[in-house]
């Protein structure tokens, strides 16, 4: 019996502030991209941050990092409210197609 499609979510990270002065940046950045439309835009630039330690040694979906993002209420909150829906339209050129 042939198994069920799996569904896959893709999770980019990146930092604005290095990205929206930069040409070169942003175009490198679009070819990281996966080639579908993005569902849900987190901004996350009023969360509380991880140590400067934990964000030089881990991506954003480590566990470590997943760890501080789940303790901040404000992250919690924005998290539960922007996935409920409607889906709001991504707010920066980078993160559209």
Excluded at 50 to 65: D, K, Q, W
Excluded at 71 to 87: H, I, K
Aim: charged share 20%; glycine share 4%.
């Amino acid at each position: 019996m042939p198994s069920a499609p799996r569904n896959t979510v893709y999770i980019t990270s990146y930092s604005i502030l290095e990205l929206e002065d930069d040409p070169v940046a942003q175009a490198h950045f679009r070819t990281l991209l996966p080639p579908i439309p993005a569902l849900l835009t987190l901004h996350c630039l009023h969360w509380r941050t991880p140590l400067a330690e934990v964000c030089e040694r881990y991506t954003g979906v480590s566990e470590p990092v997943q760890r501080v993002i789940c303790g901040s209420r404000t992250a919690m909150a924005e998290m539960y409210v922007l996935s409920s829906g409607p889906f709001p339209k991504p707010l920066s050129p980078l993160d559209s197609r």
